[in-house]
């Protein structure tokens, strides 16, 4: 039986990751500001807390299979929070972890279809990637609200795709993989809140152009297989889980101009 950390656990896609991957026979731990429910293991973990997750790694099993980051939030009364959140606690996570994992062991990161384009600003997001630590990656957004602030989560996102490239390097020499997940619109408890960040007239205009929402486990599934002892010779890629809509930008039967502006 493998061991899976799961954060984000308690609920939308985490929750559809955590049902499958115990299906599949492995046990679940679950990281989450909030209990899951059912009988997995729950370890109360808020990733915006350094201290919060040193007594989480404290708790968890001095050999981990796989990490799954599922974490995330969309606002907070301090915005520094959500990237601290989707990115500054993932990779702390992450980076004690791996010293855990035997080989094939898997990371999976779960960003966004947002962050999909880091690649624009990658300097941006490489001078975060830069800081060495927590504390100091918390330091920089304080110095730097003016390169982050219009958009917290786009910007953690960014962050967190641009990331799997450079853990998978070092996760290699421990043979572990480490892959990302961008999910697209998903039916979850934060649909609101995207709305609110994109407006709902390009929120649903999005999703009317692949037909339907995609429900937390069109992506739970995804998530699973990444996590699993599969998919060995994978490692390093950036996975859209969107319907097919990105695909549709570069295929040109989505026209972004026929959009709201």
């Given at each position: 039986m493998r061991t899976v950390v799961v954060t984000?656990?308690?609920?939308?896609?985490?929750?559809a990751a955590v049902d499958r991957i115990r299906a599949a026979g492995d046990e679940v731990i679950v990281l989450d500001v909030v209990a899951p429910g059912g009988d997995a293991r729950f370890i109360a973990c808020d990733l915006a807390d350094q201290n919060a997750i040193d007594a989480a790694l404290s708790a968890l099993?001095?050999?981990?299979?796989?990490?799954?980051?599922?974490?995330?939030?969309?606002?907070?009364?301090?915005?520094?929070?959500?990237?601290?959140?989707?990115?500054?606690?993932?990779?702390?996570?992450?980076?004690?972890?791996?010293?855990?994992?035997?080989?094939?062991?898997?990371?999976?990161?779960?960003?966004?279809s947002a962050g999909h384009d880091w690649r624009k600003r990658e300097a941006d997001v490489a001078a975060l990637l830069d800081t060495p630590d927590f504390e100091t990656g918390w330091d920089?957004?304080?110095?730097?609200?003016?390169?982050?602030?219009?958009?917290?989560?786009?910007?953690?996102?960014?962050?967190?795709?641009?990331?799997t490239?450079?853990?998978?390097?070092?996760?290699?020499?421990?043979?572990?993989?480490v892959n990302c997940v961008n999910p697209g619109a998903v039916e979850t408890s934060l649909t609101p809140a995207f709305k609110d960040l994109l407006g709902s007239d390009v929120y649903e205009w999005g999703v009317d152009q692949v037909g339907r929402h995609a429900q937390p486990d069109d992506v739970g599934e995804v998530i699973a297989?990444?996590?699993?002892?599969?998919?060995?010779?994978?490692n390093g890629v950036e996975v859209p889980v969107d319907g097919g809509f990105l695909s549709g930008i570069y295929g040109g039967w989505i026209d972004p101009a026929s959009g709201p502006s």
């Amino acid at each position: 039986m493998r061991t899976v950390v799961v954060t984000g656990g308690a609920s939308g896609m985490g929750r559809a990751a955590v049902d499958r991957i115990r299906a599949a026979g492995d046990e679940v731990i679950v990281l989450d500001v909030v209990a899951p429910g059912g009988d997995a293991r729950f370890i109360a973990c808020d990733l915006a807390d350094q201290n919060a997750i040193d007594a989480a790694l404290s708790a968890l099993p001095d050999s981990v299979d796989a990490l799954v980051n599922v974490a995330g939030i969309a606002r907070a009364p301090d915005m520094a929070t959500v990237v601290a959140v989707n990115f500054l606690g993932l990779r702390y996570l992450t980076e004690a972890l791996l010293q855990r994992m035997p080989a094939f062991g898997s990371v999976v990161i779960v960003a966004s279809s947002a962050g999909h384009d880091w690649r624009k600003r990658e300097a941006d997001v490489a001078a975060l990637l830069d800081t060495p630590d927590f504390e100091t990656g918390w330091d920089w957004l304080g110095a730097n609200a003016d390169l982050w602030g219009e958009n917290p989560y786009k910007f953690s996102k960014q962050c967190a795709a641009a990331y799997t490239h450079r853990a998978s390097g070092v996760a290699l020499s421990r043979g572990v993989r480490v892959n990302c997940v961008n999910p697209g619109a998903v039916e979850t408890s934060l649909t609101p809140a995207f709305k609110d960040l994109l407006g709902s007239d390009v929120y649903e205009w999005g999703v009317d152009q692949v037909g339907r929402h995609a429900q937390p486990d069109d992506v739970g599934e995804v998530i699973a297989l990444l996590a699993s002892d599969q998919c060995r010779w994978l490692n390093g890629v950036e996975v859209p889980v969107d319907g097919g809509f990105l695909s549709g930008i570069y295929g040109g039967w989505i026209d972004p101009a026929s959009g709201p502006s």
